[in-house]
């Protein structure tokens, strides 16, 4: 009913920057808010990120003034800007979409790997 569809994840060297996309497709009439979660190796599974529709945002205190998350052109679209990557930032991110209607919906999950 409900597809979210990653990209950018990757492989990237410490103080390297990665830009991760997610797009919100299917049964869609309306998202209360978007953002990340994250699942690190020895670590619980952590929101990185939320933003709300009318723009608000929250950010972990282990990715501010590291990481931007903002709204895309392109429809139910977010991108998560990451910057001076550390090696405890590898994890599988996913994306998530808070739907009024429909609840929460989440991605398949991308991989980011920082060397070093």
């Known amino acids: 009913q409900v597809q979210l569809v990653e990209s950018g994840g990757g492989l990237v060297q410490a103080g390297g920057s990665l830009t991760l996309s997610c797009a919100a497709s299917g049964s869609i009439f309306s998202i209360n808010a978007m953002g990340w979660y994250r699942r690190a190796p020895g670590k619980q599974h952590e929101l990185v990120v939320r933003i709300s529709s009318g723009g608000n945002t929250n950010y972990a205190e282990a990715v501010k003034g590291r990481f931007t998350i903002s709204r895309a052109n392109a429809k139910n679209t977010v991108l998560l800007q990451m910057n001076s990557l550390k090696p405890e930032d590898t994890a599988v991110y996913y994306c998530?979409?808070?739907?009024?209607?429909?609840?929460?919906?989440w991605g398949q999950g991308t991989q980011v790997t920082v060397s070093s």
């Open positions: 998530y979409a808070e739907l009024p209607a429909a609840g929460n919906y």
